[in-house]
Each structure stands twice: as structure tokens, then as C-alpha cells.
């Protein structure tokens, strides 16, 4: 791989969300192709300039970018389509930005979508005698490495409800989030029990939704004034050892975790570390995995994250705002578009374009995705 | 006309030992012999995901351990896949030997459950299949 400093600078240079809903009456290339008219609409190009496509969704079937691509433009571009878990959408960002850092092209489109079903996600991610014996439920998963967290750091059931309180009243600011409601820390403690220890108020809602992004080299820009550069994408999987939700090896566990590894990278990468972020998006697919996450990616030492939420640290206010729009508890999970929601929600602070939920003067800014596989994805933004 | 004989038929052949005796039944792993790493199942093939060396053998597992977390889920999960009751338990079992291993947990009670619980191993029902059946599989029990 080229060296960071041998790649050229790569700027976001549009992002477009439709807003992240229950579609029942609309069909996935439907809200695709909003999303890529919004972006080149956001970008002011025009869709000849589009050089190649990556598309990112999980469910979504065959060729799935090229059905939603088919509304907008049939100019011959390589379309590709990317299933990577929940880190699809920053997976297709990380290919858009290589490719352009890498010179192969100059303007790039990137889009992520997904419309469900209702319930829970159905996953495939596991081996058949798993799926026969009930280990497919994300929230289980996620509860056992709760309950674990919670003995090794002394976190309660009420520190990651407030996560929960937080992340609800920041949707309530985002036009484009599913859930914009506050809830009550006793609303979301006495919700319904899902897997023990965690309720219906600590998992993410799924959503449909898409999101698009062109990304460029830095003088193909139309706008200068909004371009957001990309100093980091990174992605990484399994390390041996730490297994994929707390099945670790108790023989050889590893030095550094799947998540530790990519946000290690991303610091070198972009030569920024946790004290230069000014705004962060960190993976909430459920309440307490926010706050073990933050951890993970070296804002504070294990177990302190609890605290710092208390003491409105994470708060839109506070030193670190985190998931200003909401997070995946009220934006809501479309998977394959999750990712790209999260970076469109870093540029859009970065640009000073965030309305009622702007962070002061922000100027670098992260997002963390994660995925069944398992993947880790961090992206650094710098204006 | 007699009703068929059900029959007992495991989750996945090869995962624990039948014992004709009055012996119990054991998990069946891989160790290497190399760096000592545990796996479970069993691997397909004799290559050491720890240190990159075809020096796996069969071992077999204790029949006893202790929980590392547990979760009990109170609705069904997607996809179909899964036919048992419930709500139901599943979580991290520690064995002795040197593995951490996801396993359902049997018990008559889910307050039984407790972290750090000592556990003992089990073959018993799953669910049913369509000709009335008895699909069968490991789970780990709370000792009393």
C-alpha cells in the first residue's frame, strides 16, 4: 500500500441522506437514486463527470448499485457493489478514497442503502449449527459482552441508558433521523427486555434509508469553501485472539483489538489523535457499546467513558460531542447506509451546515462503524 | 398400526463422543501441539489459526467449567434458523482446559444462572423436526 504522504489529497466534495424512515411503499433503487440526485445536486457535477461508483448494502440483492444507478446514468463507469456488513457504506468510502488517492480517478460516487423487513435482522453471518442454535441474535451477542464490561468496569444498566437519553435528544435536532423524540432514562429502563441485560430502548431501530458521496481530488472541486478532506479511512477485521463478541482465546489474547488496530491506523494515518477531535461519530448499534468504544478508540481508559457520559463530556456542549445526529439509536440502522451516514454527519459539522445540533467551530472530526465479520472502519475528516 | 420409534438425531455429527458405556458424553476439540491453542468444533482442517502449523490433534473436552457472561433472550431470533423454545440462554462458557466457547445454557430456572456459575456439560433436546424427532445438542447446566 502507498505510503499516506505518496497519495493525493482526496476532499468530499457533496454527501446527500434521503431521511432514514420505514419505506413501505417504496422499492431500494427508489431511495438509491435520491440519494445520488442529492449529491450531485450538493456537489453542483453533473453525473458525466462520475468516473466509477461504489455501492455499498448488505440485503439488497444482486448488482443492487447498478439497479439504483440505472435512474440517474448509464455513461459505461464501473459500478461496484460492496457487502460488508454494517461497515459496507465506509467500506465503498475507502475504496472511492484509495482509488482517487491512488490516482486511478479523479471524481468518484459513493453510495450506501438498505430498506428491511421488520424484527430483527435476520444474519447469516454465522455457521449453520450456530444459526440452529440461537447464537444469530446481535443483541445477545451484545449482551453478553455487557454483562462482561459491566463486571470488569463496574458500569451500570442506568450508565448506558443515559447513552440512550443522549443520543435521543441529539435525533430530536436532526431532520433526517427515524426516532425524534426524547426518552426518559426511566422510559428506556422499564422498555421491554429484549436479552438480558439489555431492553428495547438499548438497541438500535433499523431504518431504510440511503446515503450518497462524491468524493474527489482536491482540484476537481467545485466548492472549495465546503470541501472536507479525508486524512484517514481505514479498515480493518478479526485479530487472533479476541474473537468476535468476548470468545476470546484465553491462551492468546492479542495485543490490540480489531477496533484498537483501526483507529491506531487512522491516528497514524492522518496524524491526529483523539485530542485533536473536535466532533465524533462512534458506533451505537447498542446503548453500552458506545461507551466501551470510546475506550477502544483511546478517548479515555477502560471503564472511564461512564464518568466522562455523566459529566456531559459527549454532551453537544461538552469537550467530545458524540453522535450529534442522534447515533444509530435515532437515526436509525439502514446497514449498508449507516456508514456513510455517519461521515456525511461529520462533514456537515465540519462544513458549519448542521443547524441546531452545530458543534462550535469544529475542524476535525472522526466517524467508527463496525460489522459481522467482524469489520472495523474509521474515518478522519479535517476541514 | 405402531407409531414410529422416534429417534434422537445430534445438531451436527462429530461434536461430542457417544460412549456405548455408562461413561458420559465429552466434547471433541482440536489442540495444538505446537502452541498448546484450543479449538471448538473440532477443525475440518489440521492448520492452527495461532501459530500457522499443521500440528492439530483430537482432544477430548471436560465435562465441566464455569460461566463467563450469559444473556437470556426473550424473543425469537431471525431468520427461522433457530426452532427451539423460547425464551432461552446462551452465553460463554470457561472450560479448564484453556477454552472460552459459546454454548445454550439448560436450566430449569434462569435465575440459576449466575456469572462465574459452575456448569456441567449435557446432551438433550433442541426442538423437534417435522417427522417428530428429537434434534439434539450440547448445552451446559448450572450445578446445583
Redesign the interface.
Known sequence: MKNKNQMREVVVAGVALTKFDIYPDREIHQIGSEAIFGVLKDAEMAFPEIEAAFCGSVYQGTGSGHQALREVGLTGIPIVNVENACSSGASAFRLAYQMIGGGIYDVVLVLGMEMLPK??????AFR??????????Q???Y???T??YM?ATGATVEDFSLITVKNRNNGILNPNARFRKSVTVEEVMNS???????RLFHCCPLADGAGAMILCAKDKVKSKSRAITVAASTLTSAV??E?MM???????PPEKGIVELSAHQAYEESGYGPEDMDVVQAYDTMAPSELWEMEKLGFCAKGESRKLLRDGYFDLTGKVPLNTDGGLMSRGHPLGATGIAQIAEIVTQLRGEAGKRQVENAKIGMTHVMGAGPNSSVTVLKK | MSKPVKKQIPLKEGFWTTPKSEDQPRLIASKCEFCGEIFFPKKDNNWCLHCYQATLKEILLSREGKTASFSVVMQQPGGGFYKGPVPYAYGLVDLPDGIRMWSLFDCDNFEDLAQEQDVELVINKLHEDNEGNEVVTFKFRPKK
Open positions: 424484527g430483527p435482522i435476520p444474519s447469516t449453520p449449527w450456530e444459526l440452529a442454535s440461537g447464537f444469530n441474535v443483541m445477545a451477542n449482551a453478553n459482552q454483562q462482561a463486571a421491554r427486555m429484549v436479552a438480558t441485560p439489555l487472533y485472539g474473537g468476548g470468545d476470546g482465546s484465553l491462551k492468546f
